[in-house]
């Protein structure tokens, strides 16, 4: 995600927004009406339909207008992502601090580590640490990361711990992305990814294998399984 986009994100989904700045503004929900984000069905999470976010986590619904391109011809909008991570982490029984982390996940990674005091300002010091989990490196004052595959293998060593259903739906989503977009795009799907196709493959295996052992049993498998998916794909490509 640019910068752009998670400063939206952040400035939306934590701050929540003064309705006179546009029509987009809706009124702020209480997190039992994530249901109608597509976050659940039957009521969703019981926690989460018992607990409102409050000043200054409000949480607001709009339709985003910042749009990141995900492939050649193919642009997806940030809110819905977010939404589909969530999403994932309900369906397998994420708890209310799990559910509102895979919402903000990227906001650290990609907006910079000074939106660490408004999450845990909006939705506690849990949730801050679930978003810290799924970083993998916290650009600095320029704007710099480490480098690519130092961050990637970090990140895989501390795979543990509750915030790893939340890092693991957050790839899923992805490695659900990548799928349908190399069906729809073809090859080309991989010039979106810094590390390219090789590095981008290279990481989903370790992932996977990473992960192995360590989720609920479902996500395990849905991880596998959207994987091998890719994995076909990629090898019916050659080198």
């Not at 546009?22 to 009124?27: D, L």
């Not at 984000?37 to 709009?62: D, S, T």
Request: charged share 25%; glycine share 10%.
């Amino acid at each position: 995600m640019a910068r752009a986009g998670s400063e939206f994100i952040a400035n939306n989904v934590i701050r929540g927004s003064d309705p006179a700045n546009g029509a987009r503004g809706m009124p702020p929900l209480e997190l039992n009406r994530l249901a109608r984000l597509g976050l659940g069905g039957a009521g969703g999470n019981e926690e989460v339909n018992r607990r409102k976010v409050g000043e200054p986590g409000q949480l607001w619904c709009f339709h985003d207008p910042f749009r990141r391109n995900v492939a050649v011809g193919v642009t997806e909008q940030t809110t819905y992502r977010t939404q589909a991570v969530a999403t994932l982490v309900q369906r397998h029984d994420g708890d209310a601090e799990q559910i509102i982390a895979a919402l903000l996940h990227d906001v650290l990674e990609d907006g910079g580590a000074h939106w660490a005091e408004p999450i845990a300002a909006g939705f506690g010091p849990e949730v801050l640490a679930l978003v810290r989990f799924c970083t993998d490196g916290v650009p600095d004052a320029a704007g710099h990361k480490a480098p690519w595959r130092v961050r990637k293998e970090a990140h895989l060593a501390r795979a543990t711990g509750p915030g790893l259903l939340v890092s693991a739906c957050d790839k899923l989503a992805n490695l659900q992305a990548i799928h349908l977009d190399r069906l729809e795009c073809g090859a080309v799907v991989w010039s979106r990814f810094s590390a390219g196709r090789a590095g981008t493959l290279w990481y989903y295996e370790e992932l996977v294998e990473t992960f192995s052992g360590r989720l609920p049993a479902a996500l395990e498998q849905a991880l596998r399984r959207e994987w091998a998916a890719v994995e076909t794909l990629a090898d019916e490509e050659g080198q």
